[in-house]
């Protein structure tokens, strides 16, 4: 969880307060790395899905569909 900050806006007329707002606001820390993964605020984090992409030649649907059952059937 990212660290949580307060900003307050003041303003002021002739000295006298006006309005007031506050803002919160946080800052992510995140890491990118070949060996050891993904990291969000310093904790790691797994990634689950597929690389499925289409390898085929451009062509024709059904060519698409016949690679995707290629990849999909069981071992």
């Known amino acids: 969880m990212p660290a949580l900050y307060r900003a307050v806006t003041r303003v002021s ?3 006298c307060p006006a309005d007031r707002y ?3 606001f946080g800052f992510r820390w995140i890491a990118w790395t070949a060996d ?3 990291y969000l605020n310093g904790n790691h984090r797994y990634f689950k899905g ?8 451009a ?4 060519s698409w569909q016949s690679g ?7 071992a």
Do not use: W, Y
Not at 50 to 57: L, S
Not at 68 to 74: A, D, F, M, T, Y
């Open 50 to 57: 597929a690389n499925v992409h289409q390898d085929q030649r």
């Open 22 to 24: 506050e803002t919160e």
């Open 13 to 15: 007329v002739n000295g």
């Open 59 to 62: 062509g024709a649907m059904r």
């Open 36 to 38: 050891c993964g993904f």
């Open 68 to 74: 995707i059952s290629i990849v999909l059937r069981p």
